[in-house]
C-alpha cells in the first residue's frame, strides 16, 4: 500500500480566515513534505520533516504553519493567506529523508484564497 | 543551484513509442526520478536510476547518463491514458534529500 491521503480536497477560505489541511499515511514512512503546485508548474518543495523533525523550510512565509504531531501525521495550517497562494498543495511521504528513497504522493488540496 | 530542461509539449499516436529527453545541470545529484501527473491529479511515480543505464519496467523504460546529465523516459505502445504530463526529478543531497522538479513534458497521444 503506497496510499497518502489528504484532507479537504478543495478549500476556499477568505483572507482573514484559519485553516489547516491534513496529510496522513501508514506506511511507516519517516519522512514527510508539502509542496505547492501552481497551475502548469512543476510541484516546489516548501517543507521536509524527518522523524517528526522540521529539516528543511524552503524559507516559506510565516503564513505556513507546519506540524507533525506524529509519525503518520502532517498538518499545514494556513493564516492570513493571499490570493496568489492559490494552488495545489501536495503532502508527500518517503522511508527517510536522507538518501533517495522515493516520494509518494497524496491526491492534493485544491486551496482557493478569496 | 540547478537547471532542468524538459520539452514543453510532445504528441504522439496510439500505439506508438515516444521518448521524452531530460537534460540537467546539478550539485550533490543523488539520483533522477520520473513521475507522471494527470491533470488535477498528484504524481505519482514512475522509474528511478542512480546508475548509468537502462531501468525497464514494462511499458516505460528509464535511461541516465550521469556524465552527460541527460535522461529520457521511453513509453512503448501508447495509450490514449498516457496522455498526461512526465515531469523529471533531481534528487540532491543537501544533507536531507531535495526533490527538485522539472518543468514537465505534456504529452497528448492521439487515436
Known amino acids: 500500500d503506497t496510499e497518502v491521503t489528504q484532507t479537504p480536497k478543495h478549500l476556499v477560505m477568505g483572507m482573514t480566515n484559519k485553516k489547516s489541511l491534513k496529510c496522513e499515511q501508514h506506511?511507516?514512512?519517516?519522512?514527510m513534505y508539502w509542496y505547492k503546485q501552481k497551475a502548469k508548474k512543476p510541484p516546489e518543495l516548501m517543507f521536509v520533516?524527518?522523524?517528526?523533525?522540521?529539516?528543511i523550510n524552503e524559507s516559506v512565509p510565516s503564513r505556513f504553519s507546519p506540524e507533525c504531531p506524529n509519525s503518520s501525521l502532517l498538518n499545514l495550517h494556513l493564516h492570513a493567506l493571499q490570493p496568489e497562494d492559490s494552488a495545489l498543495y501536495l503532502c508527500?511521504?518517503?522511508?527517510?529523508?536522507?538518501?533517495?528513497?522515493?516520494?509518494?504522493f497524496g491526491p492534493g488540496t485544491r486551496l482557493t484564497v478569496l | 543551484g540547478q537547471n532542468i530542461d524538459q520539452p514543453t509539449e510532445m504528441t504522439a499516436t496510439e500505439g506508438a513509442i515516444v521518448q521524452i529527453n531530460c537534460t540537467y545541470q546539478t550539485s550533490g545529484f543523488n539520483g533522477l526520478f520520473w513521475y507522471q501527473q494527470h491533470a488535477g491529479e498528484a504524481p505519482t511515480f514512475l522509474s528511478y536510476n542512480v546508475l548509468d543505464g537502462l531501468e525497464e519496467k514494462g511499458r516505460f523504460s528509464s535511461f541516465l547518463s550521469r556524465s552527460k546529465g541527460y535522461s529520457y523516459l521511453l513509453l512503448k505502445e501508447l495509450q490514449m491514458k498516457d496522455s498526461a504530463s512526465y515531469l523529471c526529478a533531481l534528487s540532491r543531497d543537501t544533507g536531507f534529500q531535495k526533490l527538485v522538479f522539472g518543468t514537465g513534458t505534456r504529452l497528448l497521444v492521439s487515436p
Open positions: 506506511m511507516g514512512h519517516r519522512a
Open positions: 508527500a511521504s518517503s522511508q527517510d529523508a536522507a538518501g533517495a528513497d522515493t516520494q509518494y
Open positions: 520533516y524527518s522523524y517528526e523533525k522540521l529539516s
